[in-house]
């Protein structure tokens, strides 16, 4: 059983991630992403990962940007043969690591699918930061509008809080572990020996994973129609971050998004089914292109075509012997 770190992107996962290694627990072996400005210290996860979550997500004509809207029978509907096959991609379902953690805000959207994997009911850490940070930081990274990132945003928490049911979780607010990181520390220390991890237990050695210095997008000043949206979410954004170093809130399982929240999820929706429709084309298109390359280079095609030209040779000549 292995130790799932949850929560939006840009949301602080990375730090809590950094935290739990330190703590000694394992964050396993993979391709690293290339250290960057968004993320000085490391992103704490692996591209095949990365990769594995963003073909489930393609199989449901989705993104990470564009969310799907499943529902536990469509987990549950899952074909037996695809999740054993899945079960070979990655090490954490074939036994062989131990004292293990897994960090991707995709598996936010697709936790079910890792307890299907898994066999489990994995224990998640579920990290959150105030939206207006987050969309604020996800502008500066991606161009994505005010609007689809806070609808994004919500979306993680509506299906996380969805797959919370008889799973243990402890809840970190991004915004307190940089105030008070010996606290945090002691809470992640004590929840993952909880629940049976083996945990090196040094607040010292821990907290050199939590910089202050790392909250650079407090979010930036907003326009009326943007704090609308962000009030419009205090339900379900207040009561989690108020749950800090404890237990999730219960009654958001049935959480439903406001309206303008679900247009923005559609609209990317949309977006996201046109442009792989317009990749599964070009795929076909280069695929023709190739075939058509192959065949002109046989052998048996230059006979045909020198026939053919033969053929057109002789038949004008006839024209030309008629005409005089």
């Not at 199989?59 to 899945?86: F, H, I, M, T």
């Not at 442009?275 to 230059?302: C, H, L, P, T, W």
Request: proline share 5%.
């Amino acid at each position: 059983m292995g130790l799932m770190v949850v929560g939006m992107h840009r949301s602080g996962t990375s730090a809590v991630a950094e935290v739990l290694c330190r703590l000694g627990l394992n964050v396993g072996e993979g391709t690293e992403y290339e250290v960057e400005a968004g993320n000085a210290r490391g992103l704490y996860e692996w591209r095949e990962t990365v990769e594995f979550n963003d073909e489930w997500l393609g199989r449901y004509d989705s993104a990470w940007w564009a969310p799907p809207r499943l529902g536990a029978n469509d987990w549950r509907e899952v074909d037996l043969r695809q999740l054993a096959a899945s079960r070979r991609q990655l090490p954490y379902f074939t036994g062989e690591m131990s004292n293990w953690f897994v960090k991707d805000p995709r598996i936010s959207l697709l936790l079910p699918l890792w307890d299907r994997l898994l066999l489990a009911r994995s224990p998640a850490v579920v990290v959150v930061r105030s939206p207006r940070a987050v969309a604020a930081s996800i502008r500066l990274r991606s161009g994505m509008h005010t609007a689809r990132s806070l609808a994004l945003g919500a979306e993680h928490y509506r299906a996380i809080y969805a797959a919370l049911e008889d799973r243990p979780a402890l809840v970190v607010s991004y915004e307190q572990m940089l105030a008070d990181p010996a606290t945090t520390i002691a809470a992640l220390a004590q929840f993952a020996a909880e629940q049976g991890f083996a945990v090196d237990f040094d607040v010292a050695e821990a907290a050199g994973a939590l910089d202050p210095k790392l909250r650079r997008n407090r979010g930036r000043v907003a326009s009326e129609y943007e704090d609308q949206l962000v009030a419009s979410l205090a339900e379900l954004y207040e009561p989690l971050a108020a749950a800090h170093l404890g237990p999730p809130p219960t009654g958001f399982a049935d959480y439903q998004l406001p309206q303008w929240a679900t247009e923005a999820l559609d609209e990317a929706s949309e977006l996201c089914r046109t442009r792989i429709v317009a990749g599964k084309y070009q795929m076909a298109a280069e695929d023709f292109r190739d075939a058509n390359a192959e065949i002109e280079g046989s052998n048996s095609y230059r006979l045909a075509r020198a026939l053919q030209v033969m053929g057109q040779v002789v038949k004008e000549g006839r024209r030309g012997g008629l005409a005089r």
